[in-house]
């Protein structure tokens, strides 16, 4: 089975910070790309911030200048610096990694179960 761990979800006040992780044990050389998502209260999925293998990243507009995403050197582990945290960013976030870089890769979309962020005023 594929796995997607996420972790380092918690409750801040606005202007905190926290720190997301998301790996996928044994799988780590067939990740073609990962992709945050979240989703708040009454509302839909939505795109946060993305990175392929070769390090290209991409952010919503709503979190570009306070988070950044990034990955170490072997691409073992994805990490999405949250900064200046606003309420509105309380949501649950969710890791989706695309994997099948290789032949003998398991292929597709693959979906952690989410790390509940929380901001209050």
């Known amino acids: 089975q594929v796995q997607v761990r996420e972790s380092g979800g918690g409750s801040v006040q606005a202007g905190g910070f926290l720190r997301l992780s998301c790996v996928v044990p044994g799988y780590s050389n067939c990740r073609n790309d990962m992709h945050w998502y979240r989703q708040g209260p009454g509302k839909e999925r939505e795109f946060v911030s993305g990175?392929?293998?070769?390090?290209?990243?991409t952010y919503a507009d709503s979190v570009k200048g306070r988070f950044t995403i990034s990955q170490d050197n072997g691409k073992n582990t994805v990490t999405l610096q949250m900064n200046t945290l606003k309420p509105e960013d309380t949501a649950m976030y969710y890791c989706?990694?695309?994997?099948?870089?290789?032949?003998?890769?398991?292929?597709?979309?693959?979906w952690g179960q989410g790390t509940q962020v929380t901001v209050s005023s």
């Open positions: 990175i392929d293998r070769d390090g290209t990243t």
């Open positions: 989706r990694a695309t994997l099948g870089a290789y032949a003998w890769c398991p292929t597709g979309n693959y």
